[in-house]
């Protein structure tokens, strides 16, 4: 069974940074991917990253190109997302799941939501 933990979430000014870690267990890093979801008050669920198992060309969302890295560390079983230059729309709780990239596309597996954390960016 597959179970994602994520953590690093707390409360940060616009501008701020910070890292959010994702911990896997029961999970074959040398095959899929992890990535990450947002799900904030009122809105729709958002993806906005994935990286490989290989980690070659993550994917992310138009939203936070440029501004978030993903990162992973297949010995430590953690996926990272550095978050820098955080906006309050950013403001939402982070999921990390199993994801895979094909050919440019990304594709979610929704049946691997770990427990999210809060991310709160204050103007």
């Known amino acids: 069974e597959v179970q994602l933990q994520a953590s690093g979430g707390g409360l940060v000014q616009a501008g701020g940074s910070l890292r959010l870690s994702c911990v896997a267990s029961?999970?074959?890093?040398?095959?899929?991917?992890i990535g990450w979801f947002r799900q904030a008050p009122g809105k729709e669920r958002e993806g906005i990253s994935c990286?490989?198992?290989?980690?070659?060309?993550?994917y992310y969302a138009d939203s936070v190109k440029g501004r978030f890295t993903i990162s992973n560390d297949n010995a430590k079983n953690t996926v990272f997302l550095q978050m820098n230059s955080l906006k309050p729309e950013d403001t939402a709780i982070y999921h990390c799941?199993?994801?895979?990239?094909?050919?440019?596309?990304?594709?979610?597996?929704?049946?691997?939501w770990g427990r999210g954390t809060l991310v709160t960016v204050s103007s």
């Open positions: 799941l199993e994801c895979s990239i094909v050919e440019g596309k990304v594709y979610w597996n929704h049946d691997t």
């Open positions: 029961g999970f074959n890093f040398d095959a899929d991917g």
């Open positions: 990286i490989s198992s290989t980690g070659d060309t993550p």
